[in-house]
């Protein structure tokens, strides 16, 4: 199954494709991040976010997406603005025909590290051992979204 993980954001949304396999084995087809100038205004910045990811997903033609749920404790302001760039993933998602899966930072470092208080270098050592990677995924927002996409594949199987 082919499976597109998201670490939802505005100024920066990571993605990840992955392949996984029966066995428990994954293996990466793409990652990256989108990145929208903070210059621009909300609206612009949903339309980049849903325009590339329109593109990775016919290019890649995952059949699930998975998405890390928000975790604010504080700020407000950045919820709002992350929620808006969720809903335009969540709405691509459902565009497309996806399985859609959603799961908290807490599932995520449970499902990698077996560990619910796991901090990110362990989430990301994990995403490079799991996925065979000769180095962790840079930036920190591509490896989450790898992570999502590995925890679903350990759980959805």
Known sequence: MRILGIDPGTGILGFGVIDAQPGGKARMIDAGVIRTPSTETDSQRLLTIYNELELIIKEHKPTIM??????????????????????????????????????????????????????????????????????????????DALAAAITCSITVR
């Open 66 to 143: 998975s998405v890390e749920k928000l975790f604010f404790a504080q700020n407000v302001t950045t919820a709002m603005t992350v929620s808006q760039a969720r809903g335009v993933v969540l709405l691509l998602g459902e565009k497309n025909n996806m399985e859609l899966y959603e799961f908290t930072p807490l599932q995520i470092k449970q499902a990698l590290t077996g560990y619910g208080r796991a901090d990110k270098k362990q989430i990301q050592e994990m995403v490079k051992i799991l996925l065979n990677l000769k180095e962790v995924p840079k930036p920190d927002d591509c490896a």
